[in-house]
C-alpha cells in the first residue's frame, strides 16, 4: 500500500464528508442529547438519591456508559451506515471502478482510504459529543436540583466507556455497512443492519428478561447485544448496589464482555478485508482464454448483418400526446413498483418483521411473567410501535431512491424532458411508496395470524386490524412520505434529507421517553391507543380523530410544498439574473 496515495483518498474523503449536511445534523444531534442528559436524564436510579440522600452523580462512569449503550446504537449506528455504505454505492453511480484501472491506485489504497475516513469522521463526532457532555457537566452552571448530581471531572469516566461501548459498534456497523454497499450496490439494503439491530435490540434484546429465563440463555444474550446495555443493566444495573458504589467504582469488565466486544470489531474489520477483495476481483473482471476470445471473435464475424428497409416514418403511424394527471401517475407508478418488485430490501425487510413479530408475541409475558392470550385487537395494537417505527425507517430510505433513481441511472435529463406532467410524476412515485407500507403491514398480518393459530384460543378476525392500521396508522404513513419528499424537494440532497428524516424521528423519540409528548404531536402514535373487545376505542376516540385528520393535513400540505419545490431543470446563473429583474423580483 502506497501511503501517499492512501493519504490522498483519506484527505478527499474527510474533505466530502465534512461538507456534507449529514454530518451537521449528527453533531446538533449529538450536542443537543449531551444537553438534555446534563438535565438528570441519565442518572442511575439506586438507593435512596430519589428521597432526599446522597445523589448518584450523571458523570459516573455507569451513568456515562448507559448513555453511550443506547445512543451507540439508536444515533450513531445509523449515520455510520450512511457515510460508510453509500461509498461504494455512490462509486459505482460515478464509474469509478473504470477510472481506477486507468491510474496507479490499488483497490486496497482506495477501500482503506475511505473506510479510514468513515472512521476518523466518526472519532471527530464522538469526541465532539465527548467535549459537549464535559461542557455541560462540569464547566456550564446548572440549576440547584441538578448540581448534587455532578461529580468531579474525570477523563476515564468518559473515555472508557466510549472505547467499550461505542467504538466495537461503531467499527461493526462502519464496516459491515461498507462490504454490503460495495457487494450490493443498492442503497436500501445498505440500510438493513441498521435497522435490524434497533428493532433486535429495543424490542427484545434490552426488555425481555422474564424471571424464569435460564441464567445461561440470559448470558448469551448480554455477550450478543451489540450495544452492550443489557449487559451493562443485568450485571451491575439491575441489582442495585449503591450510591457510594456506582458514584466512585469503576466498571468492572468481566473477560465474556471484553472478548464480544473484540469480535463486534474484528468482524467489522473482517468485512472491509472482504470488501477490498470482492473489489479487486470485480475491477480484474473475468479471465477468458485466447480459444475463448478467438471464438467470440469468429461469432462476431459470421453473424448475419440485419437488413435495412428504407420506408417513409409516416408509415409507421406513431401519434404523441400528453398523459393526463391519472394516466400518467399509473405508467410511473407501476415502473416503481416493477423496480420495487426486483429490490432486495423488501425481500431481506419482511422476514425480519415477520420474526419480530411472532417472537415478541409468543415470548411476550404479563404480570407475575405468565404468559399472555392475544386477541386481534390486542396484537394490532401491540405491533404499532415496531410497525410505526420499521416502516417509516423504510419509507424514508424508498421514498428518497424512488425520487433519485433517474439520477442513479442517468435518466434524469430524458425523464424530465418527457410531457409527463410534474404532478403525475409526484403522484406516481408517491403511491408506489405507499405500497411498502401495505405490503409490510399484509406480512405483520401474516404474522399475526399465525400466532393466532398457534395459540388456538381466539378465532380469527381481520377487522380490528383493518380498524387500527387502516384508520389510524395509514395516516401515520401518508403524513410521514409526504414529509420526506417535501424536505428532499427542498434540499435536493439525499444525505440531508436521510439526516433531517432520522433527526425528526429520534427527537419525537426523545419527546416520547420525556413523557413531554401529547396527542396532537404523538404522530407515530406510539403507546397512545388502547384496545377492549368490548367497545371500538371508546376511551380516547374524539383525541385519535383529531390527531389523525391533523396528520393528514400536514400531509397535504407537504405534498402541496413537494409540487411547488420540485424542479425538472437545473437553475444557472442566467435564471437567476432573469428572476433578479425588478418586473420579476416584485412579481
Known amino acids: 500500500m502506497n501511503l501517499r496515495r492512501f493519504r490522498a483518498v483519506l484527505g478527499l474523503e474527510l474533505d466530502r ?3 456534507r449536511p449529514l454530518l451537521y445534523v449528527w453533531l446538533v444531534l449529538l450536542v443537543f442529547f449531551a444537553w438534555s442528559f446534563a438535565n438528570g436524564t441519565s442518572q442511575i436510579r439506586t438507593g435512596d438519591s430519589q428521597v432526599g440522600g446522597v445523589k448518584a452523580f450523571m458523570t459516573s462512569q455507569f451513568a456515562v456508559a448507559q448513555q453511550f449503550a443506547v445512543l451507540g446504537l439508536l444515533l450513531h449506528g445509523f449515520f455510520i451506515a450512511v457515510m460508510a455504505g453509500m461509498g461504494p454505492v455512490v462509486d459505482h453511480d460515478l464509474r469509478v471502478g473504470e477510472i481506477l484501472n486507468a491510474t496507479p491506485l490499488s483497490p486496497r489504497e482506495l477501500v482503506w482510504g475511505k473506510f479510514g475516513a468513515v472512521v476518523a469522521t466518526t472519532a471527530a463526532a464522538v469526541l465532539i459529543q465527548l467535549a459537549g457532555m464535559v461542557f455541560f457537566h462540569h464547566l456550564l452552571p446548572g440549576g440547584a436540583e441538578t448540581a448534587e448530581m455532578k461529580g468531579p471531572f474525570s477523563l476515564a469516566n468518559y473515555a472508557i466507556p466510549a472505547l467499550a461501548f461505542l467504538a466495537p459498534i461503531g467499527l461493526l456497523v462502519a464496516g459491515t455497512s461498507y462490504a454490503i454497499g460495495q457487494g450490493a450496490r443498492s442503497p436500501i439494503v445498505v440500510f438493513v443492519l441498521p ?3 434497533f428493532l433486535v435490540s429495543v424490542f427484545f434484546l434490552w426488555d425481555w428478561a422474564p424471571a424464569w429465563l435460564d441464567t445461561r440463555i440470559d448470558r448469551v444474550l448480554m455477550l450478543i447485544d451489540p450495544s452492550g446495555f443489557r449487559w451493562l443493566r443485568q450485571t451491575w444495573l439491575k441489582v442495585d448496589r449503591g450510591v457510594a458504589f456506582y458514584n466512585h467504582a469503576s466498571i468492572p469488565f468481566d473477560l465474556g464482555f471484553v472478548l464480544s466486544r473484540l469480535a463486534f470489531a474484528g468482524v ?7 470488501a477490498e477483495r470482492q473489489y479487486a476481483r470485480a475491477l480484474r473482471g473475468k479471465r477468458i482464454s485466447r480459444g475463448d476470445l478467438e471464438r467470440a471473435v469468429m461469432a462476431t464475424l459470421e453473424a448475419p448483418r440485419p437488413v435495412s428497409i428504407d420506408r417513409p416514418l409516416r408509415a409507421l403511424a406513431m ?7 391519472l394516466a400518467g401517475a399509473w ?12 429490490s432486495p430490501g423488501l425481500y431481506l425487510f419482511i422476514p425480519l418483521i415477520l420474526l419480530e413479530t411472532i417472537g415478541i408475541a409468543l415470548v411476550a409475558v404479563g404480570p407475575f411473567d405468565t404468559p399472555l392470550l392475544f386477541t386481534p385487537g390486542t396484537l394490532a395494537v401491540a405491533a404499532m410501535g415496531p410497525l410505526s417505527s420499521l416502516v417509516c425507517l423504510l419509507m424514508l430510505f424508498y421514498t428518497v431512491e424512488s425520487f433519485l433513481r433517474e439520477q442513479r441511472v442517468r435518466l434524469d435529463d430524458i425523464a424530465y424532458a418527457t410531457p409527463l406532467r410534474t404532478s403525475s410524476l409526484l403522484l406516481g412515485k408517491l403511491a408506489a411508496s405507499a405500497v411498502v407500507g401495505v405490503v409490510i403491514l399484509l406480512a405483520t398480518l401474516a404474522a399475526d395470524v399465525i400466532v393466532l393459530v398457534i395459540q388456538g384460543r381466539v378465532p380469527i378476525s381481520v377487522v380490528p386490524f383493518a380498524l387500527v392500521w387502516g384508520l389510524l396508522l395509514a395516516p401515520t404513513f401518508v403524513g410521514w412520505t409526504a414529509f420526506v419528499a417535501a424536505i428532499l424537494a427542498l434540499t435536493r440532497n439525499r444525505y440531508a ?4 428524516g432520522f433527526a425528526a424521528i429520534v427527537y419525537s423519540g426523545y419527546r416520547f421517553f420525556k413523557g413531554e409528548m401529547n396527542w396532537l404531536g404523538n404522530w407515530p402514535l406510539w403507546n397512545a391507543v388502547s384496545w377492549s373487545d368490548l367497545s371500538i376505542l371508546e376511551l380516547d376516540r374524539p383525541a385519535l380523530i383529531l390527531s389523525r385528520v391533523w396528520v393528514l393535513a400536514l400531509g397535504a400540505g407537504f405534498t402541496v410544498a413537494t409540487a411547488l419545490w420540485f424542479t425538472r431543470r437545473e437553475r444557472d446563473a442566467t435564471f437567476l439574473f432573469h428572476r433578479l429583474r425588478p418586473r420579476a423580483l416584485v412579481r
Open 497 to 500: 434529507t436521510y439526516a433531517l
Open 319 to 325: 401519434t404523441s400526446r400528453r398523459p393526463g394527471l
Open 268 to 274: 467489522g474489520l473482517g468485512a472491509v478485508v472482504a
Open 195 to 197: 435497522v435490524a439491530l
Open 331 to 342: 405508467r410511473v407508478a407501476r415502473v416503481e413498483l416493477r423496480e420495487l418488485r426486483s
Open 17 to 19: 464528508n465534512a461538507r
